[in-house]
């Protein structure tokens, strides 16, 4: 999404808020809780999901590794919501040719620099590059060459 009038175009970005990390985070969070509950069912004896045995599954070695892969799982689900939430990445890319100034803007994670804006001059921009990869694993780069850096 983009806005462009005759002196001034605004380019929206949006960076973790795709419908691919949504699906990716529900599956990883899904799945993990599968495993952790296999785990622990298999350490307390008794059946936490219907239709799987923890009879079937000894809880050491197995019923161990899959409580660590079901915590591990979880924890990365819970860093892809997390920046799914905060909208890691997304921002603008504002450029203003009647009072010659370029702004790139990104939200980063929370803290101290959460919010990202880098502000030129147009007359120092020498040349504008734009990278973009598309498919599964999809990205886009915007390159600024800046006079004097």
């Known amino acids: 999404m ?19 990390n949504l699906c990716w985070a529900c599956i990883l969070v899904c799945g993990a809780t599968g495993f952790l509950l296999v785990g622990f069912s298999s350490f307390i004896g ?3 999901i219907p239709n799987i045995s923890s ?43 009647q009072e010659g100034i370029s702004y790139v ?10 919010r990202i804006r880098i502000q030129l001059l147009l007359k120092d921009i020498e040349a504008v590059g734009l990278k973009t990869q598309e498919g599964l694993f999809s990205s886009r780069i915007l390159y600024l060459k800046v006079r004097g850096q």
């Open 2 to 20: 983009s806005s462009r009038s005759k002196w001034v175009q605004v380019e929206f970005i949006k960076a973790s808020r795709t419908f691919a």
């Open 46 to 48: 008794k059946d936490l």
């Open 55 to 97: 009879k079937q599954i000894a809880f050491i070695p197995q019923g161990l590794v899959m409580c660590f892969y079901g915590i591990a799982g979880l924890f990365m689900g819970f860093y892809l919501c997390c920046t799914i939430f905060w909208d890691v990445g997304g921002g603008y890319n504002y450029f203003d040719k």
């Open 105 to 114: 803007f990104r939200w980063g994670f929370p803290g101290k620099n959460r």
